[in-house]
């Protein structure tokens, strides 16, 4: 059982970033809910690649049986930045938004409908 | 080794490079002053096309090239000591692939070469152009790649350059609302592709789409991941329910940036067949898949095409009919992976139906580009989006409304244009497979000819209106960009054949071959 | 390789090139008899105002109809549907994600009965 808990924390995350992502208004909620669900994927990545008790994956270092799986490290380092970009852009948005509605809530955020 | 054998060796690889090089280099350039800041962008977009056009010839003639990243070969995608895993990252450019890259050149050079004016006006060009090369990467990227991981990654790119152009007119924060609701919506589907790949990941133990195609056993797991990536790419081409951030976003881009949004669309549709074809193919349920992209399709159709009848800002009656449009590719292409198990069907109309929607993507980007950079000229001329306000435009922009007639009646489907061709197609293929969808499909172009009749009416017929009595006509590098699409509009409805022959068949063909494109990566699996 | 080849569709062919070849030819009979009418027209003389029986023309933003004037029937048939419909694009981003994701999930329980 010990040995899933780290794909029931991916469950439960991906379930807290899905229902703060559908049901929070504010903008800046909204994009913590997506950073948790990037979490939850990144997490999930990095539980697939974990070999118990392997080594960081340094060439240099590690006999190679007992390395944890490079690739999925790889990803989510490349996934983390990309997160990074996202979130800047999101707040960036945001600030626009506030100065030219006055708001960053999404429900008064609506002037293109219909 | 020369320069020709290099261009010709590195050419996938030089398609995303090329780009990146001169999205970054754009700013320098701007520095020193706006005429060498243009020649820059204009040269690297030519080289770009080059390239992808040297490439895709490469490809018809000799079938898929691959490009291993890191290898001592370019085609060496299975490394000696890896056990048979290919662990590089591989662009794999097979027959679609390069399809998809001769319309992201095509409309790229003509949207570059039009920006040049339509954009003029403004400041902060270099930033505008940078995001531009960023989104032709990715497409190119996307296109091209054999990677999954690198798949998304160039998703990403493509999702932040072009949510970054949306809101490029910030536009009294109309264009930054877009903008936020695009890219939210992009970063969700993005991170259901993440968890896709993961899954695969965890199953397979490999990230290579032909490395995953042979081992695909279609479990549980594989069923949840299908329907993250189908979901999540669906939502990204704009496919009915999932189409809300369409009009918004297409309505308040720039123009020019607008007429690729369609081909960035496309890049996901892309994505969508690719993975239903080659990733699945016929191991899972094709019918109730092919039936799903089907629904999609007709959903897409039809809402599309009664939602831009009311409109009244023009670009956003020209966006829903994009998610109309795209509804015939996901018809077509869904009618063949619906029959793809049943060889006879397939023979008798399903590979026609595929290739009709393939087609038709080529046709929809071309037409498509073409009626938003005439709707980008006649905003540049008399400032408004707003139909109610717009009236005999005939009378001064003689050229802009030639080519709007072109790309009305090509997307209405009127013969002898392009749109016609590919959707006879169709028709055609489709009436075998189920009636019901044909007759819809007939209905919508209709409605799609008339609700272009309205904006024919109502933006270039009637008298010259005092308001807009000095409007001239648009600038020639933006007539040029025009031109340059409408003339193959004109062309591929004249001789529809040659290009299915030349161009479609072969991609239909590349897309329904899993066994193909598995041995084009791993040798003869 | 033949250029002008017809597309074949599988079901029928459609020949472009033979259709414009007769489209073309109509234009040419059409402009023959056009010819052959009399020219009385003469230009920048009354013929060229607009007659309306005997009423004052008026200004020229008064005689285009606008967009929002055409198709009036044809919403006004279909005004059930539209009013379903037009309401659901609110404009608010939530409405747009929670129908993604209940879409996402309706797939999943379709793909995961029925295959």
């Known amino acids: ?114 | 080794m020369t320069v020709a054998d290099f261009l010709f060796t590195n050419a996938p690889a030089l398609l995303v490079v090329i780009p990146l090089f001169a999205a970054f280099i754009c700013p320098v350039a701007g520095k020193i002053s706006s005429t060498i800041r243009n020649l820059w962008v204009m040269g690297m977009m030519l080289v770009t096309a080059a390239v992808a056009f040297i490439l895709a010839f490469r490809v018809f003639v000799t079938g898929p090239v691959l490009y291993v990243f890191g290898a001592a070969a370019a085609n060496l995608a299975v490394p000696l000591d890896s056990g048979g895993i290919p662990i590089r990252i591989i662009f794999t450019v097979d027959a679609m692939s390069a399809f998809m890259d001769i319309i992201c050149a095509i409309v790229g050079v003509s949207v570059l070469l039009y920006s040049l004016s339509s954009e003029s006006r403004n400041s902060g060009l270099e930033g505008y152009y940078t995001l531009f090369f960023l989104m032709i990467a990715g497409v190119f990227g996307m296109v091209s790649t054999g990677d999954l991981f690198n798949f998304f990654v160039f998703l990403e790119i493509l999702s932040l350059a072009s949510a970054g152009m949306i809101a490029y007119r910030i536009d009294g924060g109309l264009a930054v609302e877009a903008a936020l609701k695009y890219f939210i919506l992009s970063t969700l589907g993005a991170i259901f592709v993440l968890f896709a790949i993961g899954v695969y990941y965890g199953q397979y133990n490999a990230l290579n789409i032909a490395m995953i195609a042979q081992r695909m056993q279609f479990t549980m797991l594989d069923k949840i991941a299908l329907v993250l990536l189908v979901a999540a790419l669906a939502m990204k081409c704009g496919a009915v329910p999932l189409h809300f951030w369409t009009p918004d976003a297409y309505s308040m881009a720039p123009s020019s940036v607008t007429a690729f949004l369609v081909v960035a669309s496309q890049a996901s549709l892309y994505g969508l067949f690719r993975v239903v074809f080659t990733m699945y193919n016929i191991t899972m349920n094709c019918v109730t898949v092919g039936w799903i992209i089907i629904i999609f399709g007709v959903l897409s159709m039809v809402v599309g095409v009664t939602m831009a009848i009311p409109q009244k800002d023009i670009k956003r009656l020209m966006a829903y009919h994009a998610v109309s449009q795209t509804g015939y590719m996901l018809l077509g292409v869904g009618v063949g992976l619906a029959v793809l198990g049943n060889t006879t069907l397939t023979s008798a109309f399903g590979f026609m139906a595929m290739e009709g929607g393939i087609f038709h993507i080529f046709n929809h980007a071309m037409y498509k580009g073409l009626l938003f950079l005439t709707a980008g000229a006649i905003f540049y001329r008399i400032g408004t989006r707003d139909l109610n306000r717009m009236g005999g435009l005939g009378h001064t922009m003689k050229y802009t409304m030639i080519f709007f007639i072109i790309g009305a009646l090509a997307i209405a489907g009127i013969p002898p244009f392009n749109g016609f061709a590919s959707k006879l197609m169709i028709y055609e293929s489709v009436y075998l497979f189920n009636p019901l969808l044909a007759i819809i499909a007939m209905v919508v172009s209709i409605l799609t000819l008339a609700s272009f009749v309205k904006v024919f009416h109502s933006v270039f017929m009637g008298p010259k209106l005092p308001e807009y009595a000095d409007v001239k006509e648009a600038p020639l590098p933006m007539l040029i960009g025009m031109g340059i699409l409408a003339a193959i509009v004109i062309l591929f409805g004249l001789f529809p054949q040659p290009v299915v022959d030349i161009l479609v068949a072969p991609a239909a063909h590349a897309l329904a071959d899993q066994g193909g494109y598995i041995a084009s990566v791993l040798g003869g699996a | 390789m033949d250029l002008i080849a017809p597309l074949l569709t599988g079901y029928g062919i459609w020949a472009p090139v033979t259709w414009l070849v007769a489209f073309v030819a109509a234009v040419i009979v059409v402009y023959l008899l056009w010819k052959t009418g009399e020219s009385s027209y003469k230009k920048g003389t009354e013929l060229e105002r607009p007659y309306l029986s005997g009423n004052v023309e008026p200004e020229k933003g008064a005689v285009h109809i606008r967009a929002s004037n055409l198709y009036w029937g044809f919403l006004q048939a279909l005004k059930g549907y539209y009013d379903v419909l037009v309401p659901v694009h609110t404009g608010i981003l939530t409405d747009y994600m929670i129908w993604f994701v209940a879409v996402t999930a309706l797939v999943l329980v379709i793909v995961g009965m029925l295959s």
């Open chain 1, 1 to 114: 059982m010990l040995w899933n808990l780290p794909f029931i924390t991916v469950v439960v995350l991906t379930l807290i970033g899905l229902v703060t992502v559908l049901l929070k208004k504010n903008i800046i909620k909204i994009l913590l809910g997506i950073n948790i669900l990037n979490s939850a994927a990144n997490l999930f990545l990095i539980t697939l690649g974990y070999r118990e008790g392997g080594v960081a994956p340094i060439f240099t270092l590690a006999p190679s049986e007992l390395m944890v799986l490079p690739t999925p490290q790889a990803l989510v380092l490349t996934s983390i930045v990309i997160g990074v970009a996202t979130s800047a852009l999101v707040l960036s948005f945001a600030i626009v938004l506030q100065k030219k509605y006055g708001t960053v809530d999404i429900d008064k955020i609506r002037r293109l409908h219909g």
